[in-house]
């Protein structure tokens, strides 16, 4: 199993400004991913994260408007660019666990006034 | 990555069984059915996985007849804390290495 922190939990955001999201892994993995749900929503992937080279993005979602760092093997950020109302989501980040089990944080709900 | 049809929502009462039907014409070979549960305010959490027959663990069973087109997932006994969003996943999971595509989820509401 894997136990994944979130940071911040939540949080209230200007237009036009960016916030970081921070995901903590208690045990090392080669990747993780990035999700968003929208509102009454599913999930909808926005990238996968390796450690040592470039995040790799979902048709919709581009580098500039959510660049992602993977700095070591239990950490990763995801950013939120000059932010508008609809980033108004909830941003979680997941794992997986090697049998076929994926672990999710419990979520960043981020509001965008 | 194979998609999914299953109900967007289900009504059930404290005591029941509860069966949540999803299907997935388009499955391949290597694929894998897995369940996902989220309550609200939290991240997805991992029910149950299954290739095919019939796979039962403490939470549920997870039925897959033989032409694997569809699934069931049974919920023993629903309590009022079943009360969720429940999402069918199809794909080969392992080979995508946790990459998942989820579907619009069925909203399971029970009542006492």
């Known amino acids: 199993s894997a136990v994944i922190s979130q940071k911040p939990s939540r949080d209230i955001c200007q237009r036009g400004t960016s916030l970081t999201i921070q995901c903590q892994v208690d045990?090392?993995?080669?990747?993780m991913f990035w999700y968003r749900q929208q509102p009454g929503q599913s999930l909808t992937l926005i990238a996968t994260?390796?450690?040592?080279?470039?995040?790799?993005?979902e048709s919709g979602f581009v580098i500039d408007k959510f660049p992602i760092s993977r700095p070591n093997l239990t950490f990763s950020t995801l950013t939120v660019s000059n932010m508008s109302p609809e980033d108004s989501s909830i941003y979680l980040c997941?794992?997986?666990?090697?049998?076929?089990?994926?672990?999710f944080g419990q979520g960043t709900r981020l509001t965008v006034v | 990555l194979a998609k999914t049809t299953q109900p967007i929502s289900m009504d059930s009462y404290e005591g029941q069984e509860v069966n949540i039907t999803c299907s997935h014409n388009?499955?391949?070979?290597?694929?894998?059915i897995t369940w996902y549960q989220q309550f609200p305010s939290q991240g997805p959490r991992f029910i149950i996985q299954?290739?095919?027959t019939k796979v039962t663990n403490e939470v549920a069973s997870l039925f897959i007849p033989a032409d694997r087109k569809s699934s069931t997932l049974s919920l023993p006994r629903v309590s009022l804390s079943d009360t969720a969003v429940y999402y069918c996943?199809?794909?080969?999971?392992?080979?995508?290495?946790?990459?998942?595509?989820f579907g619009q989820g069925t909203e399971l509401s029970v009542k006492p």
């Open positions: 997941s794992v997986e666990s090697g049998g076929g089990e994926a672990f």
């Open positions: 994260a390796n450690q040592g080279s470039e995040a790799t993005y």
């Open positions: 996943l199809v794909g080969d999971i392992r080979g995508q290495g946790g990459k998942l595509i």
């Open positions: 299954g290739y095919k």
């Open positions: 388009n499955i391949a070979t290597n694929d894998y």
């Open positions: 045990s090392q993995v080669t990747m």
